[in-house]
T-cell receptor, first 114, second 114 residues
Framework: DVKVTQSSRYLVKRTGEKVFLECVQDMDHENMFWYRQDPGLGLRLIYFSYDVKMKEKGDIPEGYSVSREKKERFSLILESASTNQTSMYLC?????????????FGPGTRLTVL | AQSVTQPDIHITVSEGASLELRCNYSYGATPYLFWYVQSPGQGLQLLLKYFSGDTLVQGIKGFEAEFKRSQSSFNLRKPSVHWSDAAEYFCAVAGSSNTGKLIFGQGTTLQVKP
């Protein structure tokens, strides 16, 4: 059974803290994605990676960075958390580049920044 | 630029009634289209996808969707809704750069009345 796991389901942090969100997939997928989900806005792409050590900005990269040192792991980093980064964060992965390949999603991390 | 619009933010139907969720896309070439479902507290699960061939696509959990190029639509249907179908539904289109990126609609929340 394919699986994408995220390190935490719920996280509470304080303004200014450095926050790490971890995502691991066991499907040997090249592509990995980080989304942010907010009510009424759907899913917005923050960053994606199509290979180890490769990354590209998505639609809303400001305030975020990513790291992909191993194929199965993709980390999202909030260098200095702010209250407007309170949100649901979803990680996904997909097989090598095909436009019709589905993305597999993790359960999400609900981050609250106080 | 590609875009996806889900005109209905919230829909309520009675259990046993039929369901149609609307999705309109903007894309110049043949689109690759997806419907995902997100149950409360869960990640997204693929219901069905269209990338070629028969314009009526069957998915899991009794859902189907019809691709209509003339209307730029990919509406999701189910003949008889069950209480367990209450969830948020997202339509998505694959981006033109063939990177595996998806562009999501804003989502439609389905409530099922007993």
């Amino acid at each position: 059974d394919v699986k994408v796991t995220q390190s935490s389901r719920y996280l509470v942090k304080r303004t200014g803290e450095k926050v790490f969100l971890e995502c691991v997939q066991d499907m040997d997928h090249e592509n990995m994605f980080w989304y942010r989900q907010d009510p009424g806005l759907g899913l917005r792409l923050i960053y994606f990676s199509y290979d180890v050590k490769m990354k590209e900005k998505g639609d809303i990269p400001e305030g975020y960075s990513v790291s992909r040192e191993k194929k199965e792991r993709f980390s999202l980093i909030l260098e200095s958390a702010s209250t407007n980064q309170t949100s649901m964060y979803l990680c996904a992965s997909s097989a090598p580049t095909r436009a019709y390949n589905e993305q597999f999603f993790g359960p999400g991390t609900r981050l609250t920044v106080l | 630029a590609q875009s996806v619009t889900q005109p209905d933010i919230h829909i309520t139907v009675s259990e046993g009634a039929s369901l149609e969720l609307r999705c309109n896309y903007s894309y110049g070439a043949t689109p690759y289209l997806f419907w995902y479902v997100q149950s409360p507290g869960q990640g997204l699960q693929l219901l069905l996808k269209y990338f070629s061939g028969d314009t009526l696509v069957q998915g899991i959990k009794g859902f189907e969707a019809e691709f209509k190029r003339s209307q730029s639509s990919f509406n999701l249907r189910k003949p008889s809704v069950h209480w367990s179908d209450a969830a948020e539904y997202f339509c998505a289109v694959a981006g033109s750069s063939n990177t595996g990126k998806l562009i999501f609609g804003q989502g439609t929340t389905l409530q099922v009345k007993p």
